[in-house]
């Protein structure tokens, strides 16, 4: 069961720059999705039977008005389902990537460091020894305690399941 664990969180590891990534794509278009406001819509409708001056071309209609809240409503609810769907593909991802965050706080100042260089900026470990003044195989070593305590702390707060 441990090894299971160990392979999740190195498969966590090796994804989270994409998974960082993708979290600020979401947050991104959380924060500036493109929504029609309902007043938006009822001017545009206005404007459509409109002479250009203001003024409407015989008034409008009932039935425009009703069309035309139809459509605000629809419209409202399709910018809502987006905003859901948005939701609902950001918290998950947002969920693992603080828990991995505070995971890694609890480790040690070196196994926080060669965390970042060998799955964060996907440093070789020749490239990360030199980074940290060491050689390749102490910073193996340092990788693999670091990996180890990781998959320890999941073990123990969530079980057999990330």
């Known amino acids: 069961m441990q090894e299971t664990v160990r392979k999740q969180v190195e498969a966590l590891l090796r994804s989270y720059p994409e998974l960082l990534r993708k979290v600020e794509l979401l947050r991104y278009e959380l924060n500036h999705s493109a929504a029609i406001s309902p007043q938006e819509m009822m001017e545009a409708m206005a404007f459509a039977k409109s002479d250009g001056m203001g003024h409407g071309a015989g008034g409008i209609s009932n039935k425009t008005?009703?069309?035309a809240?139809?459509?605000?409503d629809a419209a409202e609810r399709i910018n809502m389902e987006a905003v859901?769907?948005?939701?609902?593909?950001l918290v998950p991802m947002e969920r693992t990537l603080h828990r991995l965050?505070?995971?890694?706080?609890?480790?040690?100042?070196?196994?926080q460091e060669v965390i970042r260089l060998c799955y964060f900026e996907q440093k070789s470990l020749p490239d990360a020894a030199q980074a940290m003044s060491t050689s390749v195989w102490a910073v193996r070593k340092q990788r693999d305690a670091a990996v180890t305590n990781l998959a320890n702390m999941y073990a123990f707060?969530?079980?057999p399941n990330l």
Not at 69 to 72: E, G, I, T
């Open 69 to 72: 809240m139809s459509y605000q």
């Open 84 to 89: 859901e769907e948005l939701v609902e593909r």
């Open 101 to 111: 965050e505070h995971h890694l706080r609890l480790l040690s100042t070196p196994e």
């Open 65 to 67: 008005l009703y069309i």
């Open 157 to 159: 707060v969530a079980g």
